[in-house]
T-cell receptor
Framework: GENVEQHPSTLSVQEGDSAVIKCTYS??????FPWYKQELGKRPQLIID?????GEKKDQRIAVTLNKTAKHFSLHITETQPEDSAVYFC????????????FGTGTRLTIIP | DVKVTQSSRYLVKRTGEKVFLECVQDMDHENMFWYRQDPGLGLRLIYFSYDVKMKEKGDIPEGYSVSREKKERFSLILESASTNQTSMYLC?????????????FGQGTRLTVV
């Protein structure tokens, strides 16, 4: 089955600086890599995703990069703001038809004003 | 607006009780999931379903079972609740697979087993 590893588990950055969170996966057949953000007391919500046929995707201050050869993908947040403080999860699908969605262990990001 | 609704926000049950957690989605999604969330362990998959009456074990299925009799409803069952099943349980639905898209989560059920 899929094994998704996520690092670091906690990350503190000064407001305005960049944050990078990294994930590795084991199933070479995985073809879709989403990132979810969970604010305190709320449900996880998708913030960006990338498919295996592209290497990078950007959405304003957020970007995701994918290296299929090395089986890792990363979330980049630039010009961080206090509202970026949350727990971030990466995920990857696996199983025969990619129906199983496995999440990483999460990264608690704290933005220091 | 997509809605994934879990039947309870908070539950307190006694050890040995049979516990049912219900989840309903209104987007006609094929795939539904049950996760448990514990500090430092992230979201761990208990069971998932890719069609009515179809179910597959996730990474931590021991002590749990599921039921999916209708497409919109996915139930998680704790056959005999134990204190180590005290946790936050999250249901999700989506279209995973060939047409991977966003998974939508319910608001979560915080279960305490005493």
């Amino acid at each position: 089955g899929e094994n998704v590893e996520q690092h670091p588990s906690t990350l503190s950055v000064q407001e305005g600086d960049s944050a990078v969170i990294k994930c590795t996966y084991s199933d070479s057949a995985s073809n879709y890599f989403p990132w979810y953000k969970q604010e305190l007391g709320k449900r996880p919500q998708l913030i960006i995703d990338i498919r295996s046929n592209v290497g990078e995707k950007k959405d304003q201050r957020i970007a995701v990069t994918l290296n299929k050869t090395a089986k890792h993908f990363s979330l980049h947040i630039t010009e961080t703001q206090p509202e970026d403080s949350a727990v971030y999860f990466c995920a990857a699908p696996s199983n025969f038809g990619n129906e199983k969605l496995t999440f990483g262990t999460g990264t608690r990001l704290t933005i220091i004003p | 607006d997509v809605k994934v609704t879990q039947s309870s926000r908070y539950l307190v049950k006694r050890t040995g009780e049979k516990v049912f957690l219900e989840c309903v989605q209104d987007m006609d999604h094929e795939n539904m999931f049950w996760y448990r969330q514990d500090p430092g362990l992230g979201l761990r998959l208990i069971y998932f379903s890719y069609d009515v009456k179809m179910k597959e074990k996730g990474d931590i299925p021991e002590g749990y079972s599921v039921s999916r009799e209708k497409k919109e409803r996915f139930s998680l069952i704790l056959e005999s609740a134990s204190t180590n099943q005290t946790s936050m349980y999250l249901c999700a639905s989506g279209r995973v697979g060939i047409m991977n898209t966003e998974a939508f989560f319910g608001q979560g059920t915080r279960l305490t087993v005493v």
